[in-house]
């Protein structure tokens, strides 16, 4: 039985050519780089291309993991949450709940969406202890957060990469 054009089969696949398809970056792997000419973002270079001192403080680096513009709510929580995170450094599960119970935040969005999100960009590292109770022999494994330098070291390394890249370019034009 022959399969018809548009029922079964692309035209690329008749024809025996393979496309890719081009769905673009799924948001949840994916940070948010406004221009960085952008009234969103406070000056980090003069017009040399020299970083200026100043620092971002944890609202303007929580943007560019949720976007303030486009994911508002799932910004809120997390900022709120790390900067809870700042103030103690390590919370455990109870914290966390309070947390979440405090803010009127939805479970789901807090374990689905903002935590794996943190964790993933390197933020926040998660651990989890194996304790057995003595009792009941049951095993229960509660969770403990803490800051993570793995983001900041992540951003380091291909921004050190990108300016080597720059800088050999630019010495290969210069010494011929």
């Known amino acids: 039985m022959g399969q018809f054009l548009g029922e079964y089969l ?3 696949e008749v024809q025996g050519k393979k496309s890719i398809a ?3 970056v799924p948001s949840s792997e994916s940070l948010y780089f406004p221009p960085f000419n952008s009234e969103e973002l406070r000056s980090f270079q003069d017009k040399d291309e020299v970083a200026t001192r100043n620092l ?3 609202d303007e680096v929580i943007n560019f993991v949720f976007s303030k513009k ?3 709510k799932y910004y809120e929580i997390s900022l709120g949450f790390m900067k809870l995170l700042i103030e103690k450094i390590s919370v455990h599960g109870s914290d966390i709940a309070s947390f979440v119970s405090a803010n009127n935040i939805s479970k789901a969005t807090f374990y689905n969406r903002v935590l794996p999100r943190l964790r993933r960009v390197g933020m926040i590292k998660v651990e989890r202890d194996t ?3 003595l009792e009941s022999k049951r095993k229960f494994r509660p969770m403990r957060i803490s800051l993570s330098k793995t983001f900041g070291n992540y951003l380091f390394k ?3 990469s990108w300016l080597a890249i720059v800088d050999e370019a630019r010495s290969k034009k210069t010494n011929p």
């Open 70 to 72: 486009y994911q508002t």
């Open 158 to 160: 291909i921004a050190d």
């Open 22 to 24: 081009s769905r673009g």
């Open 10 to 12: 692309t035209d690329e």
């Open 131 to 133: 304790i057995v109770a």
């Open 56 to 58: 971002w403080n944890i």
